[in-house]
């Protein structure tokens, strides 16, 4: 998990989200939640990783700049821009 700034300030968690990908083998989703609502439903992504230890690697390792992009696609997919 790491946190984010958005635009407007806000703070957003990016997670990885627990999911099967291809050949039903275990994997992660890129999502983000708001930090300041706990318990809200995450913004989920279209960010596939083969295993949780790679979506976690890219997670701490990607640029904040690149997460605030796929933050921002995930807010228009969610209508929320």
């Known amino acids: 998990m790491r946190e984010i700034k958005d ?15 291809a050949h039903m083998r275990q994997g992660a989703t890129l999502a983000f939640a708001p930090a300041d609502a706990e318990g809200a439903e995450p913004l989920v992504t279209t960010v596939v990783f083969n295993s949780p230890e790679a979506a976690e690697f890219a997670i701490t390792t990607m640029a904040e700049k690149e997460l605030n992009r796929r933050l921002n696609w995930a807010r228009q997919e969610a209508g929320l821009v």
């Not at 635009?7 to 990908?21: C, D, I, K, N």
């Open 7 to 21: 635009e407007t300030g806000r703070v957003w968690r990016a997670l990885a989200l627990e999911s099967t990908g």
